[in-house]
């Protein structure tokens, strides 16, 4: 990404993460949506497909299509807004480089993770497909003083046991 946006762009990114959600992918590339994108100054937008099927047809902006990102870290950092699913790791990421975002969650995500992660996110920050386009106008900013609720101070073993969902009460399990 960093020699194919020109200086000055002003880039979306839109990212599904390894799964997939053509609907989010579908809405942003509607002609309407795009045409409010340019009226706030966008320039490009950056898809990010994961497995899903929809590719990005309309092109009133410059776009590029992705499957997956390896530099995801780097295409946070120069994108001014990010449009995402609701993935922890995008979460975290969007907070740790304090960048405007609009989480969507996706109804089809395996496990309960999305709808838990909406239930402690600010409501600034989320938004459903049908409210989208009128989110767009006024994203909020990730801080870290989320990031830093997220992440509150625990022993080491416990944090990765909670991340693996192990029990912690037998001695035999803590790492060394």
Do not use: W
Not at 36 to 51: A, F, I, K, R, W
Not at 86 to 101: C, I, M, P, S, Y
Not at 115 to 144: C, H, I, Q, Y
């Amino acid at each position: 990404m960093g020699s194919s946006l020109p200086q000055g762009s002003k880039t979306v990114l839109v990212t599904v993460g390894t799964s997939k959600f053509n609907s989010l992918v579908r809405k942003v590339d509607e002609e309407d949506f795009q045409r409010e994108l340019q009226s706030l100054g966008y320039t490009h937008v950056v898809y990010q497909l994961g497995t899903g099927s929809f590719v990005p047809k309309t092109a009133l902006l410059q776009v590029t299509v992705e499957r997956y990102i390896d530099e995801f870290c780097s295409y946070v950092k120069r994108s001014d807004l990010i449009i995402s699913h609701l993935g922890a790791g995008n979460l975290l990421e969007v907070f740790r480089h304090q960048k405007q975002a609009i989480f969507v969650p996706n109804p089809d995500a395996k496990g309960r993770h999305q709808n838990e992660l909406v239930s402690v996110l600010d409501r600034r920050f989320v938004a459903s497909l049908d409210s989208l386009k009128d989110r767009v106008r006024n994203p909020a900013r990730g801080t870290g003083e989320f990031y830093r609720k997220l992440l509150p101070r625990v022993e080491f073993n416990d944090l990765v046991y909670a991340l693996v969902d192990l029990d912690t009460s037998g001695d035999s399990r803590k790492l060394n």
